[in-house]
């Protein structure tokens, strides 16, 4: 029997376990805890789905929030056929007390087991766990109809019963069951898509850990492996970042050198084409519009370019945004998956085997070109707590990027733009240095002729205020007069 202990944070939930001689922590995840428990003490029977980035912590978190008390738990297996699927959910079944010596032929004869299990259980709540659902759901496979008829045939009927689905494959979960037109139809009562780790969480994580890093560590550490638990739960606490980072990806048998195609290879049937498009953009950090990806692209459009797109956003590994001023048809798709990132910039390159690359890569111009970028996508991870410390967290905010169509200050871009309801337009710059960013003449010239542009071409009567969003904020000097507001890291945490 395993004893849970709630201990109260700040602004975070941590739920306490042991098992075996092993320590458990969810960290976070406090509202998805709340609304997996709340759902779940419902009397009607309820469908619950949880899905994310792989490796994102969906299956921990469920099995940790319920005490791993399920009256069914089985996990899809990647890659193998309908019959030894089969094969796997019969075995599940015999470990939860199903008295049978027939594997089921078909998914129908499946549930038909899993009904007959359940009727047996324990009255009271009764929990069923599908893990990896989109893997049960292989090529000529039964699965999905026969779930259908399972859920609206008998459990949607059920009292104290609660069917949770999870998946990594977003594009499988959002096509075939909240975009379904069959069964499935408005069937789902509780869907959470599990989103990366925060910085604070990200920080809650290593403390737990015994992994001591400052915060500009810790942001550095989201610049090559996201908000990803499971990466970052890899780290060794005897070493700072930059040996953990040659430890996980560049040195012989790194855990995480063949990362990137695992990813891909698990969520798409035909990976090589969603990869291609990933790299494509990846050449442009700014991103590319779809005529643009379309023009690098090898394979035949055909439709397949608009899907492919759609199912990477939904995925979490890139995003569509429109430039302040552009139409949607000049929306630009920009690659924010941090690891996927830094797998196409330095993996792929350096290979494995490269025993403290990363150590000496860090400050030449390639290394401070990337930081840059990597920083950024940190910062859009975090809009919300810019927002707070720039106190306007109660303000309606539009956020958006802009790029310079002005061919007398041509290349003019601002990274995030903040168009607020109360009459002000915040134009963020952000930049990632180990010290105080220090304001030039060049750059306070650069600004204002930034800000100048912008008013030009978007004609807003709003007041225009420069923010820098840095590491160490901004130096002191005859020029930092230029700047209405700061933030600082610390406040992104």
């Given at each position: 029997?395993?004893?849970?202990?709630?201990?109260?944070?700040?602004?975070?939930?941590?739920f306490y376990?042991?098992?075996?001689g092993?320590?458990?922590?969810?960290?976070?995840?406090?509202?998805?805890?709340?609304?997996?428990?709340?759902?779940?003490?419902?009397?009607?029977?309820?469908?619950?789905v949880?899905?994310?980035?792989?490796?994102?912590?969906?299956?921990?978190?469920i099995?940790?929030?319920?005490?791993?008390?399920?009256?069914?738990?089985?996990s899809?297996?990647?890659?193998?056929?309908k019959?030894?699927q089969?094969?796997?959910?019969?075995k599940?079944?015999?470990?939860?007390?199903?008295?049978s010596?027939?594997?089921?032929?078909?998914?129908?004869?499946?549930f038909?087991?899993?009904?007959?299990?359940i009727?047996?259980?324990?009255?009271?709540?009764?929990?069923?766990?599908?893990?990896?659902?989109?893997?049960m759901?292989?090529?000529?496979?039964?699965?999905?109809?026969?779930?259908?008829?399972?859920?609206?045939?008998?459990?949607?009927?059920?009292?104290?019963?609660?069917i949770?689905?999870?998946?990594?494959?977003?594009?499988w979960?959002t096509?075939?069951?909240?975009?379904?037109?069959?069964?499935?139809?408005?069937?789902?009562?509780?869907?959470?898509?599990l989103?990366?780790?925060?910085?604070?969480?990200?920080?809650?994580?290593?403390?737990?850990?015994?992994?001591?890093?400052?915060?500009?560590d810790i942001i550095?550490?989201?610049?090559?492996?996201?908000?990803?638990?499971?990466?970052?739960?890899?780290?060794?606490?005897?070493?700072?970042?930059?040996?953990?980072?040659?430890?996980l990806?560049?040195?012989?048998?790194?855990?995480l050198?063949?990362?990137?195609?695992?990813?891909?290879?698990?969520?798409?049937?035909?990976?090589?084409?969603y990869?291609?498009?990933?790299?494509?953009?990846?050449?442009?950090?700014?991103?590319l519009t779809?005529e643009?990806?379309?023009?690098?692209i090898?394979?035949?459009?055909?439709?397949?370019?608009?899907?492919?797109?759609?199912?990477?956003?939904?995925?979490g590994?890139?995003?569509?945004?429109?430039?302040v001023?552009?139409?949607?048809?000049?929306?630009?798709?920009?690659?924010?998956?941090?690891?996927?990132?830094?797998?196409?910039?330095?993996?792929?390159?350096?290979?494995?085997?490269?025993?403290?690359i990363?150590?000496?890569?860090?400050?030449n111009?390639?290394?401070?070109?990337?930081?840059?970028?990597?920083?950024?996508?940190?910062?859009?991870?975090?809009?919300?707590?810019?927002?707070?410390?720039l106190?306007?967290?109660?303000?309606?905010?539009s956020?958006?990027?802009?790029?310079?169509?002005?061919?007398?200050?041509?290349?003019?871009?601002i990274?995030?733009?903040?168009d607020?309801?109360?009459?002000?337009i915040?134009?963020?710059?952000?930049?990632?240095?180990?010290?105080?960013?220090?304001?030039?003449?060049?750059?306070?010239?650069?600004?204002?002729?930034?800000?100048?542009?912008?008013?030009?071409?978007?004609?807003?009567?709003?007041?225009?205020?420069?923010?820098?969003?840095?590491?160490?904020?901004?130096?002191?000097?005859?020029?930092?007069?230029?700047?209405?507001?700061?933030?600082?890291?610390?406040?992104?945490?």
């Amino acid at each position: 029997m395993r004893k849970y202990i709630q201990k109260a944070s700040k602004s975070h939930s941590i739920f306490y376990g042991r098992d075996e001689g092993r320590v458990f922590a969810v960290i976070g995840r406090k509202e998805e805890q709340r609304l997996l428990r709340e759902t779940a003490e419902k009397k009607d029977a309820q469908f619950i789905v949880v899905y994310g980035r792989r490796r994102v912590g969906k299956t921990y978190l469920i099995r940790e929030t319920f005490g791993n008390d399920f009256t069914f738990s089985y996990s899809g297996v990647y890659g193998v056929g309908k019959k030894r699927q089969l094969a796997e959910f019969y075995k599940a079944l015999l470990e939860y007390g199903y008295e049978s010596e027939t594997i089921p032929d078909n998914w129908f004869d499946a549930f038909d087991a899993l009904k007959s299990l359940i009727k047996k259980s324990e009255k009271g709540r009764r929990l069923i766990l599908f893990d990896e659902m989109p893997w049960m759901d292989g090529k000529k496979s039964d699965f999905l109809p026969a779930f259908e008829h399972f859920w609206n045939g008998w459990a949607s009927g059920e009292k104290n019963l609660t069917i949770i689905g999870c998946g990594s494959a977003a594009s499988w979960i959002t096509k075939k069951v909240f975009r379904n037109k069959g069964g499935l139809y408005n069937r789902v009562t509780l869907q959470i898509r599990l989103k990366p780790f925060t910085l604070s969480e990200c920080e809650e994580l290593f403390d737990e850990s015994g992994v001591r890093m400052n915060r500009f560590d810790i942001i550095g550490a989201y610049m090559v492996f996201g908000g990803i638990p499971y990466y970052l739960s890899m780290f060794d606490k005897r070493y700072g970042l930059p040996k953990n980072i040659d430890n996980l990806c560049f040195s012989e048998n790194a855990p995480l050198g063949e990362e990137y195609n695992a990813v891909f290879d698990s969520l798409f049937d035909r990976p090589e084409k969603y990869t291609e498009v990933v790299e494509a953009i990846n050449n442009k950090k700014k991103g590319l519009t779809r005529e643009e990806i379309k023009e690098r692209i090898s394979f035949p459009d055909g439709g397949n370019l608009t899907r492919i797109l759609r199912e990477l956003e939904e995925s979490g590994f890139i995003r569509m945004y429109s430039p302040v001023g552009e139409k949607r048809n000049g929306a630009l798709y920009q690659l924010c998956d941090p690891f996927v990132a830094f797998h196409l910039t330095w993996l792929e390159k350096a290979g494995a085997g490269n025993e403290d690359i990363w150590s000496a890569l860090m400050g030449n111009g390639a290394y401070n070109a990337w930081s840059g970028y990597a920083f950024e996508q940190v910062c859009l991870a975090h809009i919300p707590q810019i927002k707070k410390a720039l106190g306007i967290s109660g303000v309606s905010v539009s956020t958006g990027a802009w790029r310079n169509r002005d061919h007398d200050f041509p290349g003019a871009q601002i990274d995030l733009v903040l168009d607020r309801k109360d009459n002000i337009i915040n134009l963020c710059e952000l930049k990632y240095t180990n010290h105080e960013y220090m304001i030039d003449k060049k750059y306070d010239l650069e600004l204002r002729n930034k800000a100048g542009a912008f008013e030009r071409e978007t004609k807003s009567k709003k007041a225009l205020h420069i923010t820098m969003v840095t590491t160490y904020g901004v130096q002191k000097n005859q020029y930092s007069s230029v700047v209405q507001s700061e933030v600082r890291m610390e406040e992104l945490f």
